[in-house]
């Protein structure tokens, strides 16, 4: 079974920076996969934050532009968010997720809990 786990999640003060690693596990054909990162704040619906396709074509919600950078390491089946000068409303919890439609594959992590608050 696909196992996605985050981590580098915390508590961190207004302007700081974290870097969530999401690392997939028991997976063929990770290259092939697009990966995202999502938040889902209290009281909201889960979003997504930002997107690395198979061929490294990157997107990010218009909030976390110019903040955020996501990156993949496909030898070490490995996915990365970058996040600086980190903001109250960045407070959430990130999920990691991997699709590949051609293979019907959808997998989510299981969540890492960002707090930014002085």
């Known amino acids: 079974q696909v196992q996605l786990v985050e981590s580098g999640g915390g508590l961190v003060q207004p302007g700081g920076s974290l870097r969530l690693s999401c690392a997939a596990s028991r997976i063929s054909f990770f290259n092939l996969y697009d990966m995202g990162w999502y938040r889902q704040a209290p009281g909201k619906e889960r979003e997504l934050v930002a997107s690395?396709?198979?061929?490294?074509?990157?997107d990010y919600e218009d909030s976390v532009t110019g903040r955020f950078t996501i990156s993949r390491d496909n030898a070490k089946n490995m996915v990365y968010l970058q996040m600086n000068s980190l903001k109250p409303a960045d407070t959430a919890v990130y999920y990691c997720r991997s699709t590949n439609s051609r293979l019907g594959r959808d997998y989510w992590g299981q969540g890492t809990q960002v707090t930014v608050s002085s």
């Open positions: 690395i396709t198979a061929g490294y074509s990157t």
